[in-house]
């Protein structure tokens, strides 16, 4: 059984991360830290604008025992049956339990079954070993690489083949 679920975010969510936002440690290994401190407004705002966004899609992980919602993952950039991958774990308590692994299968499954993608990439800073470990169990493969990040590919066929292995 999964530990946890996606759904699409909601405006309501902004409620909770926006407190993310404004957590160092949750932007510590992402490189893109908010240049000012978030508000519930700005939160609120900036989700209901992504939200609509028809080259994206962005769901909120939640825990499938109490539903509790902790953490975002979604596809953005999507064009021409490729899309770029973002995911990040907000509530630190959930950090180290493998639910970005189990996330990250997750919307590999919505993006190569759902939206019929052909390649999904993504770009994780070197010192984010963690994040570098379960790309790398779920498939992606290292593309290129410069001073500071590393771009991994995963494909339409080698998702199909790996899958395969993946607990149910």
């Not at 919602?69 to 995911?87: D, K, M, P, W």
């Not at 339990?97 to 770009?123: D, N, P, V």
């Not at 290129?144 to 083949?161: A, C, F, G, V």
């Amino acid at each position: 059984m999964s530990s946890i679920f996606l759904r699409e975010l909601r405006i309501k969510d902004a409620e909770t991360s926006y407190l993310w936002r404004n957590n160092p440690l949750v932007w510590r290994l992402t490189g893109k830290k908010p240049d000012r401190e978030i508000t519930l407004d700005i939160e609120t705002k900036w989700l209901d604008s992504v939200i609509k966004r028809t080259d994206e899609k962005r769901y909120a992980i939640c825990v499938s025992e109490s539903g509790q919602y902790i953490g975002n993952v979604q596809l953005t950039n999507i064009c021409n049956r490729s899309a770029e991958f973002h995911i990040f774990i907000g509530d630190t308590s959930y950090w180290g339990m493998g639910i970005g692994k189990e996330a990250t299968r997750e919307m590999l499954c919505i993006g190569f079954t759902e939206l019929h993608l052909k390649q999904i990439f993504l770009i994780v800073r070197h010192e984010n070993v963690a994040a570098y470990k379960t790309y790398l169990a779920v498939g992606f493969v290292t593309e290129s690489e410069d001073l500071d990040y590393i771009k991994m590919t995963i494909k339409r066929e080698d998702y199909q083949t790996i899958c395969e292995s993946w607990p149910r």
